[in-house]
């Protein structure tokens, strides 16, 4: 199967720490492509959060630089974005996205919800 399912999300509070999986397949992997976490707040363009690639380089953004951990576990085709220290502003469907090539496959996403 071709799909990504994202899971591990949920309300927390202002400091607190949440760990998000991706879970794709075997037939995503075989692709070799970039890792991506995205986010999309209300009223807002979705915006790349963090990407990893097959050699398990990470790249951030600088609003989660030093916050946020991005891995991926190419033996079990999932990724991880490790989150601490969150902030209201962390408030976002949080997507995980992998680059096919030709196409970008996208999960559903999942909701995070930072409280002050």
């Known amino acids: 199967q071709v799909q990504l399912v994202e899971s591990g999300g949920g309300w927390v509070q202002a400091g607190g720490s949440l760990r998000l999986s991706c879970a794709g397949s075997?037939?995503?992997?075989?692709?070799?492509?970039?890792m991506e976490w995205y986010r999309q707040a209300p009223g807002k363009e979705r915006e790349l959060v963090a990407s990893?690639?097959?050699?398990?380089?990470?790249k951030y953004s600088d609003a989660v630089k030093g916050r946020f951990t991005i891995s991926r576990d190419n033996d079990n085709f999932t990724v991880y974005l490790q989150m601490n220290n969150l902030k209201p502003g962390d408030t976002a469907v949080h997507y995980c996205k992998a680059d096919l090539g030709s196409i970008n496959l996208w999960g559903q996403g999942t909701q995070v919800t930072v409280s002050s």
């Open positions: 075997r037939a995503v992997f075989s692709y070799k492509g970039d």
């Open positions: 990893v690639n097959n050699n398990h380089i990470p």
